[in-house]
């Protein structure tokens, strides 16, 4: 890796919360300006194509919603296709509307070849539906209710 992508990645090891996201740090970027990095929004997840399934993501979009009023997602290279799937499964089921969409290339150093490549990189902000709220909102079954249910599904 580069040296500024490497610096990136550490950082995001240093505040990575374990949930598929980096973790909002309190020390801003360094240039007095008391801003943090764009890579340590408390709204953004990272995607991965290949550390945890696809409702894991969804969910955790959905829970961000509900706490921030969006959610940036963010991927590259093959983790794209996971981004726009994520966006289009919470869009279709109308908790989210789109609200940017950014598409960028990234260089990174190839490990076994010693030079620079570009990954692709997206970014697709989402923010909550007006029926966000409603169709989160399960209602509560009494135990009698959901023992009925379950004796009709079995009838």
């Known amino acids: ?18 949930d598929g996201h980096a973790a909002q740090s309190g020390k801003g970027n360094g240039n007095g300006n008391g801003k943090s990095p ?5 709204n953004r997840i990272q995607v991965s194509n290949t550390k945890k399934p696809l409702f894991f993501y969804v969910n955790l979009a959905k829970r961000y919603m509900q706490q921030h009023q ?9 983790a794209i296709a996971t981004v726009v799937t994520i966006a289009e499964i919470l869009k279709n089921n109308g908790l989210a509307t789109e609200k940017k969409i950014l598409t960028s290339s990234v260089g990174m150093k190839d490990e076994n070849k010693g ?17 966000f709220d409603s169709l989160m909102v399960t209602p509560a079954r009494s135990p009698e209710a959901a023992a009925k249910e379950k004796n009709e599904l079995e009838n």
């Open 38 to 42: 764009s890579y340590l929004k408390k």
């Open 115 to 131: 030079r620079t490549i570009q990954k692709a990189k997206i970014e697709i902000v989402l923010e909550k539906s007006e029926k």
């Open 1 to 18: 890796m580069g040296a500024e992508v490497e610096s990136v990645a550490s950082a995001m090891l240093e505040n990575s919360s374990g």
């Open 70 to 78: 969006e959610v940036e997602l963010s991927a590259l290279g093959m």
